[in-house]
């Protein structure tokens, strides 16, 4: 059994518009919510041992504000994940080897929201249907996968939490 865990980047700032969209840095709302998450991924257990992020800079950003890990995951900065495509983001974790436990994906919407929508399927919970919703800055949803990573596709995951960081704040 694997662990997918898939956080959008926290809340960026729009206060220099002169900015490349991959320069932009966390607005202040935005490092609130990611300490919020980091003290809720240490209580709940989360620790990845891959990290997939991209190299926007409020992606980078969101990943600093979640150290330190007790255990230092393995960091892969992913080029692909700027801007990704579900089918990108599928095809990135078909690459990861079977010997990691848990990867963590910090990317971008709409892709990302996409993406975890499309690992859902037909599944009802109150999570699923929140997640279907709306997909919010920082937000992270937990999915577990049954199978090897290779043979990961639509449907192939089950949803075990969503949570935003209003519901943790």
């Known amino acids: ?3 997918l865990l898939i956080l ?4 960026s700032s729009w206060d220099d518009p002169k900015l490349d969209d991959r320069d932009r840095p ?6 609130r919510a ?3 998450m980091r003290r809720a ?10 990290v997939l992020v991209s190299p926007a800079r409020r992606a980078m950003q969101t990943l600093e504000a979640l150290e330190p890990w007790d255990e230092t995951p393995l960091t892969d900065q992913v080029e ?3 801007l990704a495509t579900p089918t990108q983001m599928m095809g990135l974790l078909h690459n990861v080897a079977e010997t990691v436990r848990s990867v963590l994906l910090i990317g971008h919407n709409p892709g990302l929201h996409e993406f975890a929508v ?3 399927g037909a599944q009802s919970s109150e999570a699923a249907r929140q997640l279907v919703e709306k997909y919010p800055t920082c937000a992270l949803a937990e999915f577990m996968i049954p199978g090897p990573w290779l043979h990961l596709g639509p449907g192939g995951a089950q949803l075990t939490r ?7 704040a």
């Not at 959008?8 to 809340?11: E, L, M, T, V």
């Not at 966390?26 to 490092?31: N, S, T």
């Not at 991924?41 to 891959?50: F, I, N, Q, R, V």
Request: charged content about 20%; hydrophobic content about 50%.
């Open 41 to 50: 991924m240490a209580e709940w257990g989360l620790a990845p041992d891959l």
């Open 118 to 120: 499309t690992l859902l």
């Open 8 to 11: 959008r980047h926290a809340k």
């Open 26 to 31: 966390l607005a202040p709302r935005g490092r």
């Open 80 to 82: 692909a994940l700027y």
């Open 1 to 3: 059994m694997h662990q």
């Open 162 to 168: 969503f949570v935003t960081p209003r519901a943790i």
């Open 34 to 36: 990611a300490n919020a």
